[in-house]
């Protein structure tokens, strides 16, 4: 979830307990209204979002980044690039002199990953 201006936009979740959504859902804050963007290119769940010089990108639980066009009423999704054996889950992303660093979070079997820096 991020914002941009008086929108709210929302990436991906859960439909289900076995069902993980694509969906990227917008809700106006001035209108009180919501409405469907768009699809991301896979299904995620709470991914995180960076912003850099006015673009934006999705980091995934699963480690991929994808770059987002967000216009009026649409979104432009594409992926951008795949890290190393990630598989984090609570993970947070911030973007720090025009590096991405990976913070906190857990692994499947609960291992410590190494640390790298994405560049």
Not at 25 to 31: E, L
Not at 35 to 61: D, N, V, W
Not at 85 to 100: E, M, N, P, Q, S
Request: aromatic letters at 8%.
């Amino acid at each position: 979830m991020f914002s941009s201006g008086n929108k709210v936009i929302i990436c991906g979740g859960k439909e289900s307990d076995t069902v993980t959504s694509r969906s990227v859902q917008c809700f106006n804050t001035s209108t009180n209204t919501s409405y469907l963007l768009g699809a991301m290119p896979g299904e995620t769940c709470l991914p995180r979002t960076i912003s850099t010089g006015g673009k934006l990108y999705l980091l995934t639980q699963e480690g991929s980044v994808w770059k987002m066009k967000l216009n009026d009423r649409s979104i432009n999704i594409h992926p951008k690039t795949q890290l190393w054996d990630f598989a984090r889950y609570w993970h947070g992303a911030i973007l720090h002199d025009g590096i991405v660093y990976v913070i906190a979070g857990e692994t499947p079997d609960n291992s410590e990953l190494p640390v790298k820096t994405i560049s």
